[in-house]
T-cell receptor, first 117, second 114 residues
Framework: KAGVTQTPRYLIKTRGQQVTLSCSPI?????VSWYQQTPGQGLQFLFE???????NKGNFPGRFSGRQFSNSRSEMNVSTLELGDSALYLC????????????????FGPGTRLTVL | SQELEQSPQSLIVQEGKNLTINCTSS?????LYWYKQKYGEGLIFLMM?????EEKSHEKITAKLDEKKQQSSLHITASQPSHAGIYLC??????????????FGTGTRLKVLA
């Protein structure tokens, strides 16, 4: 079974631009979560989508948004990029929603490295 | 303050040596996950612990969740260079105001000298 895939793997943008990242979950997984990882803050939860609905959200500004499609694929969008948005963005998929023990083990993709100049 | 504290932050060991990484929570844990990450890459799932006292092993890596379910330890026996990387513990579910989220520890960077 194929793992979680993320595209693109690397991205360079300038301040003020917007970016869209894509994530394809493991086949059969219905939950997709997004994380931002930086050396200073570590791994921080952005949001979780399940059945095309955002179910959980971390403490990030509204510039960070996402969506999930009927095939469980998910996209994350960041508008008006800032230098501090430079990070590794990780996507994870799981069978079930957070809080449903036994089906919420997350499997991560390789990440998208975003650099904002 | 960090909700999941890992110690040590970094570790350098000689190949063949045993080592232990700890993950301490400020709350009772209902699900504790261990992951390994190579620099700049995604996280690789190692194991999940759910019950206090539970212990699981994968090859030379053993993890345990203590009885009070507020601490987990990851032990590597006879370390090899292939064990090098960043080890992260993660907790789920973690509820704040009725919404659940996953949280992760700060990570332990392991280097194994050949």
């Amino acid at each position: 079974k194929a793992g979680v895939t993320q595209t693109p793997r690397y991205l360079i943008k300038t301040r003020g631009q917007q970016v869209t990242l894509s994530c394809s979950p493991i086949s059969g997984h219905r939950s997709v979560s997004w994380y931002q990882q930086t050396p200073g803050q570590g791994l921080q939860f952005l949001f979780e989508y399940f059945s095309e609905t955002q179910r959980n959200k971390g403490n990030f500004p509204g510039r960070f948004s996402g969506r999930q499609f009927s095939n469980s694929r998910s996209e994350m969008n960041v508008s008006t990029l800032e230098l501090g948005d430079s990070a590794l963005y990780l996507c994870a998929s799981s069978l079930g929603l957070a809080g449903v023990l036994g089906t919420d083990t997350q499997y991560f993709g390789p990440g998208t490295r975003l650099t904002v100049l | 303050s960090q909700e999941l504290e890992q110690s040590p932050q970094s570790l350098i060991v000689q190949e063949g040596k045993n080592l232990t990484i700890n993950c301490t929570s400020s709350k009772t844990l209902y699900g504790l996950y261990w992951y390994k990450q190579k620099y700049g890459e995604g996280l690789i799932f190692l194991m999940m612990l759910q019950k206090g006292g539970e212990e699981k092993s994968h090859e030379k890596i053993t993890a345990k969740l203590d009885e009070k379910k507020q601490q987990s330890s990851l032990h590597i026996t006879a370390s090899q260079p292939s064990h090098a990387g960043i080890y992260l513990c993660g907790a789920s579910p973690w509820s704040t105001s009725g919404t659940y989220k996953y949280i992760f520890g700060t990570g332990t960077r392991l280097k194994v000298l050949a």
